[in-house]
C-alpha cells in the first residue's frame, strides 16, 4: 500500500466531511459541487482498495483477512452517505454525507495501521 496516497485519502476525506459538516450548520442541503466531491472522494477509494488487494498478497500480513475486510468494507459509507443526501433534500442530507466521510476517512485510518503495524 502507498502510503502517501493513504494519506491524501484520508485528508480528502476529512476535507469532504468538513464542507458537507459547514453545509449542514448553515442548514443548506447538498448541492452538485459537493456531490462530485463525494464521487472523487470514492473513485480515490477504489484505486486505494485495488492498490491494496494487489499487494496484500506479497505484504506477509499478520491479520490480512481484516486488512481486506477494511479495503472492501470502506467502499461502502460514502455511496450510502451519496444516495442519502440525494433523497433527503435538506440540511439532513448534508449531515449523512458529513457523517459517512469521516466515517471514510477514520476506517482508511485504521486500514493505514493495520498495514504499518502487521509488517507491510
Known sequence: MFIGFTV???????LLAGWAGIWAVRRRPTNDPLMVGAIAVEVLLLVQAA????????AGLVEPVTFIAYTLGVLLPLPLGFYLARIERTRWGSVSLAFT??????MTLRMLQIWRTTGG
Open 51 to 58: 492498490i491494496g488487494l494487489i499487494k496484500v498478497s506479497g
Open 8 to 14: 491524501v485519502v484520508i485528508a480528502a476525506g476529512l
Open 101 to 106: 466521510a469521516l466515517v471514510t476517512a477514520v
